[in-house]
């Protein structure tokens, strides 16, 4: 199995701070790297696919980047909508994996 | 809109079988563009993906589940189906129903709302 490790595990932060969240794979998954946001009681959202498109819908001031093992999630201007857990998630091979996630919370 | 709606018993007994199932409105199960997943989620813990079928009724397991775990595809109800055998406390997590795209890049792109289910006796 592909092994997903995010870092950190949380964070606290303030409207407007510029956050990044970074995901490292445990072998290559060349830009086969999915991006969830989740909100508390509320399914997972896609935020961001293939390691840098963005979602129809999704604010642009989230993005992501990466290839191989290391990949980043930025939010640029954090929002009050914006504290809740992400997720990375490698569609590279079955069974497909999550990060453990990376809780946003506010300072 | 596409939709889904998981609805099953939500407390089971240990040693008892958990069957859960996945309604799809707003669009049709039975697209060769799309498979049907479930993913479940321990309280204040990760995600996990449990396994997907295709509109065929093809089934693909995670490996640590694989030997309790069944999917199945009732095409005319629009609907598809997990049975996870032999369950015990560490079975208790929200269990959710997704869309998986067949073809790169596949992504989770719809969820269910999600259903909690509690194994106790």
């Known amino acids: 199995d592909i092994q997903m490790t995010q870092s950190p595990s949380s964070l606290s932060a303030s409207v407007g701070d510029r956050v990044t969240i970074t995901c490292r794979a445990s072998?290559?998954?060349?830009?086969?790297l999915n991006w969830y946001q989740q909100k508390p009681g509320k399914a997972p959202k896609l935020l961001i696919y293939a390691a840098s498109s963005l979602q129809s819908g999704v604010p642009s001031r989230f993005s992501g980047s990466g290839s191989g093992t290391d990949f980043t999630l930025t939010i640029s201007s954090l929002q009050p909508e914006d504290f809740a857990a992400y997720y990375c998630q490698q569609s590279s091979s079955t069974p497909w994996t999550f990060g453990q996630g990376t809780k946003v919370e506010i300072k | 809109q596409l939709q889904l709606q998981e609805s099953g018993s939500g407390l089971v007994k240990p040693s008892q079988t958990l069957s859960l199932t996945c309604a799809v409105s707003g669009g049709s199960i039975s697209s060769g563009s799309y498979s049907w997943s479930w993913i479940r989620q321990p309280p204040g813990k990760g995600l996990e993906w449990i396994g997907y079928?295709?509109?065929?009724?093809?089934?693909y397991y995670n490996p640590s589940l694989k030997s309790r775990v069944t999917i199945s595809v009732d095409r005319s109800k629009n609907q598809f189906s997990l049975n996870l055998t032999s369950v015990t406390a560490a079975d208790t997590a929200v269990y959710y129903c997704?869309?998986?795209?067949?073809?790169?890049?596949?992504?989770?792109?719809?969820w269910g709302q999600g259903t909690l289910v509690t194994v106790s006796s």
């Open positions: 079928i295709y509109h065929s009724g093809s089934a």
């Open positions: 997704a869309r998986i795209s067949n073809f790169w890049p596949k992504t989770f792109d719809y």
């Open positions: 072998q290559s998954i060349k830009t086969y």
